[in-house]
């Protein structure tokens, strides 16, 4: 590589910049924050009831408990702006008030929150604390309480919660090729490694707090609305977190409950949640029903494709998930229709969590075209290409591009395909029933407003500022490499400051976003100086005006245009001033109005299920994707399969089951609820296609961090099929309901043998 080849960091796969500091503990998370004087220690009483009202609490016994400094119930509890107000600010922003009144909305909210000297001491005195509840029946599911079911206000994700395009009944009868089916998705936790933790300080009426989330200005206008502060009082930090999948979006009770007590208290108040406090004070994914009917003509042309959901919300909390929005942007269909419904129900937050929509909604909906395809008598692959439509067909949008049928095909020639209709245990591996199946991810590309702030020293070290987050997905590293890219300079001279209320807003972490809207922002920031020190150099010397400035390298603290080189302080020292300095602010362009964007993917699987007790193993898994141009190809990759191994999870493994009397979760750890492990996990591929999306942003990049969990489930669920004829129906699939459908092929063979 010669010099300027060298400076194309966009695209190189840079270990993380952060690795080292995570690796050696010197990254200090949420909990990990020391202030100038030590932290009381808090800890949550959970009610123990999923509806109803507190008759009596009686703290007495946990208050004289050794060590013990506050104990905050709804009788003591300072004032609060009322949960939900300030709805305008958005989900994340409204009042999250905790402990408002005698009310029990749901299994395992805050009743109590007892702080002490030590964690030992507040989980002590926090068993000590006695309620007596009046318990009041629930709602808990909503299939049980469909009467009650409403269309939701607004959807996350898609702009309309009923959309029918064409006649979607008349389309649906005249279909030569019908499939009707009904599908369950069960609840899911995110189950981040670090559990959600707050530590909240504060001083001269300004709050600090310490904690993990993914959008820091959301977060700033939480706490501002409940407590009724201003937002410009709150500051929060957080320079490193241990993932969020959607559960750190937003700020959770632990964190006003923390806020609350150190002020009462005037000390720092620290709360690390525990695991099981997870499963009932952070947010969750609810189980949806969803109901699909699918019609083609003879020749396996689609003609209709309907996809109704149903879901409880948590009361008061305007949350669903946009199941169905995907059936308007898959396949070329004459009709095409979904709608959702909600139950508002007695349940913990339910919210944004990995690829909100996309991820069950493709789980159910690409099972079924698999099976439609059969029915058709179409190798599946062959099936989707047949039906990829030209535009987007529930809007008419161009799309941005459109290179699904590429990833199919190059996906199958690396995965080895064979191709054919579906014909099930017809492949076999000693005891093993093998099976492969084949999946399409899609999944929206969005940007969200952002700012930047890039400041150029004398010495040539660019420091970027913003309050952008890092979850573990290499923003540190890539907007690095933007910067350095940007300005000719070595990645080793960029400082990325994230993580800090006190840095320019940004849309955080989130959506797959993040990288794409606030990468563009730092670009911008970083072209600026580019221009501005062109610009000074040109009054020094009349020799640097009009030169390219995308010619422009900087070297330690000289800076070069071919043959033309200043320093950095000279410049400087001429025209006054410390630094060089630029601020940039981005939004959306009108492209995310006119076309449609997503990303793209296709996944492959292999399974064994044991041809006696059903088991079933994964033995292979291949995903080909386009995310446009690739920012970073060992951060993307990391990105992609991590989202192969939740979907692996949404397949076989992941499920938060509720006791449906009391409207409690019960697998809360991670011994009962699972996450797919590396034992679980086979070879995966992950191969990324170069693109350039021109219209979704600058850098030409589109959104990956959700687009591996969708179409990796159900590329697996097409495989279970393929080696045993069960058509999943309700997900994770259980070896149970798989053996019906195994000992049906065995009998079968014995049969003919
Ligand atoms: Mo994502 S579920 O928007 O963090």
Redesign the pocket.
């Known amino acids: 590589m010669n010099q300027q080849d060298s400076r194309k960091w966009i695209g190189q796969p840079l270990d993380r910049v952060d690795g080292p500091a995570k690796v050696t503990g010197q990254a200090t998370y949420a909990a990990d924050y020391r202030g100038n004087s030590p932290a009381a220690i808090g800890f949550i009483v959970e009610a123990g009831i999923g509806k109803g009202r507190i008759v009596s609490i009686d703290t007495r016994a946990a208050e004289a408990s050794d060590g013990v400094l506050l104990v905050l119930t709804h009788q003591n509890a300072p004032e609060q702006a009322p949960f939900g107000s300030h709805d305008d600010a958005g989900r994340f922003g409204q009042s999250h008030a905790v402990l408002e009144n005698e009310n029990v909305k749901y299994h395992g909210a805050p009743v109590a929150f007892v702080v002490a000297e030590t964690l030992e001491q507040a989980r002590h005195a926090a068993h000590l604390v006695s309620v007596r509840y009046d318990q009041q029946p629930g709602v808990f599911d909503a299939e049980a309480h469909e009467d009650k079911a409403t269309k939701p206000d607004s959807l996350d994700g898609a702009d309309q919660a009923d959309k029918e395009v064409g006649h979607f009944e008349p389309a649906f009868e005249k279909s030569a090729v019908t499939v009707e089916a009904e599908y369950h998705t069960p609840s899911q936790h995110a189950s981040a490694m670090e559990p959600h933790a707050t530590v909240a300080e504060w001083s001269d009426g300004k709050l600090t707090v310490h904690m993990a989330v993914?959008i820091i200005a959301d977060a700033r206008k939480g706490f501002a609305n409940t407590l009724k502060i201003e937002p410009g009082d709150v500051r929060i930090v957080s320079p490193f977190i241990g993932g969020?999948?959607?559960s750190k979006?937003g700020i959770h009770n632990e964190a006003i409950l923390a806020a609350l007590a150190a002020r009462e208290l005037d000390r720092p108040v620290r709360v690390a949640q525990t695991r099981r406090n997870l499963f009932a004070n952070g947010p969750h994914r609810t189980a949806h029903r969803h109901r699909l009917k699918l019609g083609a003509d003879a020749d396996g042309r689609l003609q209709a494709v309907s996809h109704d959901s149903l879901a409880v919300m948590s009361r008061g909390y305007p949350f669903a998930e946009a199941a169905g929005g995907l059936t308007q942007s898959s396949y070329a269909a004459e009709a095409i229709r979904m709608s959702h419904r909600i139950v508002e129900a007695n349940v913990p937050k339910v919210d944004?969590?990995?690829?909100?929509g996309e991820a069950i909604g493709t789980l159910v909906f690409e099972s079924a075209i698999d099976e439609l395809a059969e029915r058709c008598g179409i190798d599946p692959i062959e099936f989707r290409l047949l039906n990829e439509p030209e535009t987007e067909p529930g809007s008419g949008k161009s799309f941005s591009t459109r290179p699904l049928a590429r990833c199919l095909r190059e996906g199958a020639a690396k995965f080895g395909w064979q191709s054919g209709v579906v014909r099930p245990g017809m492949k076999r591996d000693g005891r093993w029933l093998i099976g492969h199946g084949v999946a399409a991810a899609i999944r929206p590309n969005n940007i969200e407003p952002a700012g930047a702030e890039a400041s150029l020293a004398r010495d040539g070290r660019l420091t970027l500022s913003l309050d952008m987050t890092d979850i573990g997905t290499g923003t540190y590293t890539i907007l690095g490499q933007i910067a350095a890219e940007t300005l000719g300079m070595d990645t080793g001279a960029v400082e990325v400051r994230l993580g800090d209320s006190d840095f320019v807003e940004t849309c955080g972490?989130?959506?797959s976003f993040g990288a794409g809207s606030t990468g563009t922002a730092v670009q911008q920031a970083c072209d600026s100086i580019r221009t501005d020190i062109l610009a000074r150099a040109a009054r020094i010397d009349p020799d640097w005006s009009g030169v390219n400035s995308a010619d422009l390298t900087i070297d330690g603290d000289r800076v070069s245009v071919g043959d033309r080189s200043l320093a950095l302080g000279d410049i400087l020292d001429a025209v006054g001033g410390e630094a060089f300095r630029a601020k940039s602010h981005i939004k959306p362009g009108d492209a995310h109005k006119t076309m449609a964007q997503y990303s793209y993917g296709a996944l492959f699987a292999e399974v064994g299920v044991d041809a006696d007790t059903a088991e079933i193993r994964l033995r292979r898994l291949l995903g080909v994707f386009d995310a446009g141009r690739i920012l970073n190809h060992k951060t993307a990759h990391s990105q992609l399969m991590g989202g192969m191994i939740f979907g692996i999870g949404a397949g076989l493994l992941e499920e938060s089951l509720m006791d449906m009397r009391y409207g409690a979760f019960m697998n809360r750890d991670l011994a009962e609820y699972h996450i797919a492990v590396n034992r679980d996990v086979p070879r995966l591929e992950v191969h990324m296609l170069e693109g350039f999306d021109e219209h979704s942003n600058p850098l030409g990049s589109k959104g990956i961090g959700?687009l591996g969990i969708c179409g990796t489930g159900p590329a697996i669920a097409n495989a279970v099929y393929d080696a045993t004829g069960h058509r999943a129906r309700k997900f994770p699939i259980h070896i149970e309901d798989v053996l019906p459908a195994v000992a049906r092929l065995t009998k079968g063979n014995a049969a003919s043998r």
């Open positions: 993914q969020g999948f959607g979006l944004s969590m990995r690829a909100p972490s989130g959506g959700e």
